[in-house]
């Protein structure tokens, strides 16, 4: 039986985004936390989706439970690492599109992310 892969890019929550990750239910945890495994490892999950209005390079994972849904925001952009930049609950009842409020945070997260993989990886301020 073969080994499976070890991850190749260490995976750096931002902000709350452990936390509030840590507040999904289990079964949504562990899915998500798979799929954030094969992130590090290079594969697309299946329940991932590109996160328009970005550029490229952020992927959002949906999960649905018991009548919620769920949502793990990461970014790929880096070389050596993947970011989790949001992990939320979607409150909206009415159509599938991210919340603005949820967008702005994402955003931010990610200018956080970009200066924290410079400093952190590649020794840059």
């Not at 452990?18 to 936390?33: H, M, N, S, T, W």
């Not at 999950?45 to 793990?72: C, H, M, N, Q, W």
């Not at 949820?102 to 840059?124: S, T």
Request: proline share 6%.
């Amino acid at each position: 039986m073969k080994d499976l892969p070890s991850p190749t890019r260490p995976l750096i929550w931002v902000g709350s985004s452990r936390k509030d990750y840590g507040e999904f239910p289990i079964a949504v945890q562990e899915l998500c936390g798979f799929e954030l495994f094969l992130a590090q490892t290079g594969q697309f999950p299946p329940s991932a989706k590109p996160l328009k209005g970005f550029g490229g390079g952020l992927v959002e994972l949906i999960s649905r439970y018991d009548g919620d849904a769920f949502r793990t925001v990461y970014t790929v952009r880096f070389e050596k690492a993947v970011y989790v930049l949001h992990a939320f609950k979607k409150k909206s009842k009415s159509g599938i599109k991210t919340p603005q409020t949820d967008i702005e945070l994402i955003k931010r997260r990610l200018r956080d992310a970009e200066q924290d993989y410079a400093m952190r990886i590649n020794g840059r301020q």
